[in-house]
């Protein structure tokens, strides 16, 4: 059975700790598909991506890892930006910029505030504990 090493590394400030070092029990399949992710994200020390870069271009098996992460990264920060764009088009206040900043369509002021009426929890809790209220108040003035 074999443990992960944590690699250390010393810089001017102190101590410096990173995910991933060699472990010299393990095969490097799993080691180097997660050397692969750390260099893609660029979590590593300076010097371990060069050394990660080089061998990049001498080892196919350890290029493909690393271009197989790339691809699924950008295809997950593809869905990202879609889903952020999406939810932007779809209510322009989480733009950052302030609603009243936001273009004017006819009638859309009305319109905004009474589709957000209508969506909101608050509301509907409201009318149902109107509504309960007001049957209470009926059946005990019947009664």
Known sequence: MSR???MVHLNDRGVIKYMTAPDRDKQSGLR???LAGEYVLGALPPESMAELAKRVKRDRQFAAMVRRW???LAETEYRENATVAA???RDPRRSGLPFRSQPLR???MF???LSEIWHSVRFWRLLAL???LWTAVLLFTIA
Request: overall charge negative.
């Open 4 to 6: 992960a090493v944590e």
């Open 32 to 34: 180097d598909e997660v």
């Open 70 to 72: 790339r691809d699924n």
């Open 87 to 89: 939810l932007l088009e």
């Open 106 to 108: 006819s009638g859309s």
């Open 111 to 113: 319109a905004a505030m």
């Open 130 to 132: 109107t509504a309960m």
